[in-house]
């Protein structure tokens, strides 16, 4: 079933991408007035995977960098359109769709810009379920999908294609480019047919995005704080609701990285936690670093005042967080998703256990 | 007038573009032993600058990143060829001529090694008249002639296209690339016609490294240190005989930087010299802190006893030196050449003197 997203519908898809993605993706508001303007008075078609030719050429566009950096440094929208064309190019043949590679503030929301400007549809689906802070942590990885040949573009009118040997080449010489580049970069890459990405990508999550924004946004114009909805729609996991004592933060190799110390509020007064992230919150541990939530597993936040998602960058000394654990899509699960974004790959000292598990333990 | 290179002359090439390259463009040996194997029986053609079609594609090879680095991290072959193909494959076109962008050790000698592998004829000329350590340190930026489209290539397989809005941001972000890529990589940059190769190379460079590496055998067989011979052919400037006391060096941002204190010998006995680098020899002063040489202008070391040209990654504690100073071609000491590769760009804290009036100061 095709979605048809209006400049209006912008407001459920940033606040759902936001969510979804795990504090990563960067501020959703910036991602929402591009896409707002680039889209007027049109729509975008969201197709369903199904509908997608098997020879149709789909290609992922987003922004790749520390959200700390895209703070400051605003995307004008041509670098995107810069890194599609320079891809269309060395590829010799014209996209026929747009994929979101990630659920995440602008991340879930650039593509939507691009799509307006290029007049092509996007499909439903994305190729993470979330949010992750290297570009080899997706689904097409598993699938043995290339991220190569990639584009990176930046605001100055630089860019460059790499052809790495594997996903994780490809994030390693991209990241060191999109350093030196400024911190941030818009990229064009893992171009697949359609019959990959049908095998590839996770199904169903613009629709998913949209749906769980439009879910915020009525119970916060209901007074209500959302997290309960959320919840109940998404099989999740209250973790605790607490305050931000400590936040120690680095924007360090290309990342925003850091763990933030928290106080239980409410039921959870007297408890203390540890919310780790890198660009996305990955570990949350209690006061005796027993772990609560661990990557792949989805630790989201919400403000637990306003109920809006809280992005790693916008995290701040006295912020009050409720924050939700959803079950990560089952191949991350997987030995090999596990290996890919799993807590050890990232050096936390925990193997990974099911959000389900560690909910019951607490 | 063409030359006809053989294997056996190589040995010449190395040495000569060792002279020229004042320390830096790498171990010439290893250079000397690629293309000596890819020569064979055969012999590379050497063609005059004037006889280059306008319309011919002349495209530079070389290597780029820290001699400390490619010292332990030697170039198979299969790199270079890998990142002139890519580059031709994203021009849609074949190279006509190849090119050597500097003359120093290892880049005097691998563009033989393609050349050989490629049936491909040289060009008489180079992009310096000498070695220096950033990609848009050659008199083609000079004449507004961009470095990209460059390509990249590792020994893991990995390349990458950059299209940058300046020679500076080129070498900002192949710099980048190449840290990332292990500190040192193969790539194929300033593809120009013939006209542009006329309009903005320095004339005659691979004669005259030629001519040098046979000035230096031929003394060395005779038993004469050939520094003499050299000051003759080159119109240089004998700085002093010395040796190392003391070597502070550091791969640092993917340079060999440092410096070396000198104590002098036999007629410089009693004196102190301090020579700094960034994989060449860029400054020296003595023991006053006055400048004796600056860069743009050459500081070629001998070894003091065989006569051997030393690189700045075998710089050692012990090792006598003879320091010979050449003026570097006029372009170089024009306002925008020193601006592009004059002391104060380096951080050194002098302005540029000619290296004939610095000696008569002396």
Excluded at 60 to 78: F, Q, Y
Excluded at 118 to 135: I, K, N, S
Excluded at 181 to 188: I, Y
Excluded at 213 to 224: F, H, L, M, Q, Y
Aim: with cysteine; proline share 5%; hydrophobic share 45%.
């Amino acid at each position: 079933m095709a979605l048809e997203i209006t400049a209006d519908d912008m407001e459920a898809i940033a606040l759902g991408g936001a969510f979804l993605g795990t504090g990563g993706g960067g501020d959703p508001y910036i991602g929402k007035l591009m896409a707002r303007a680039a889209i007027g008075e049109g729509a975008v078609r969201v197709a369903d995977l199904s509908e997608v030719p098997d020879d149709a050429l789909c290609v992922p566009v987003c922004m790749m960098g520390a959200p700390t950096v895209m703070l400051e440094k605003l995307p004008s929208g041509e670098e995107a359109l810069a890194a599609l064309s320079a891809l269309e190019a060395y590829l010799g043949r014209k996209a026929d769709y747009l994929v979101c590679i990630e659920a995440g503030g602008l991340n879930s929301t650039i593509p939507f810009a691009v799509a307006a400007a290029t007049g092509l549809p996007l499909v439903d689906a994305d190729g993470m379920g979330r949010a992750f802070p290297e570009l080899q942590m997706v689904s097409l990885t598993l699938h043995d999908i290339g991220a190569s040949p990639m584009v990176l573009a930046d605001d100055k009118g630089n860019s460059s294609v790499l052809n790495a040997v594997s996903n994780l080449w490809t994030e390693r010489l991209a990241r060191a480019q999109t350093i030196e580049m400024g911190g941030a970069a818009l990229v064009a890459l893992y171009p697949m047919v359609g019959a990959a990405a049908k095998r590839g990508l996770l199904k169903g999550t613009l629709g998913l995005v949209h749906e769980i924004g439009r879910t915020i946004a009525a119970e916060r114009a209901a007074n209500r704080h959302p997290g309960d909805a959320l919840i109940a729609r998404c099989g999740g996991h209250d973790l605790c609701t607490a305050r931000v004592v400590d936040i120690d933060r680095r924007t360090t190799g290309g990342f925003a990285r850091g763990r933030a110390r928290l106080r239980g509020l409410d039921a959870d007064q007297g408890r203390e936690f540890v919310l780790s992230f890198q660009n996305e919150f990955l570990c949350l541990e209690d006061d005796a670093g027993r772990p609560m939530a661990l990557t792949p597993d989805l630790i989201c936040a919400l403000d637990a005042d306003g109920g809006l998602p809280v992005t790693t960058e916008t995290l701040r000394y006295g912020l009050g967080l409720r924050l939700i654990g959803l079950p990560a899509d089952p191949q991350w699960r997987s030995p090999a998703g596990l290996e890919l974004a799993g807590p050890q790959y990232f050096g936390y000292d925990h193997a990974f256990s099911p959000i389900e598990t560690l909910a019951k333990g607490v």
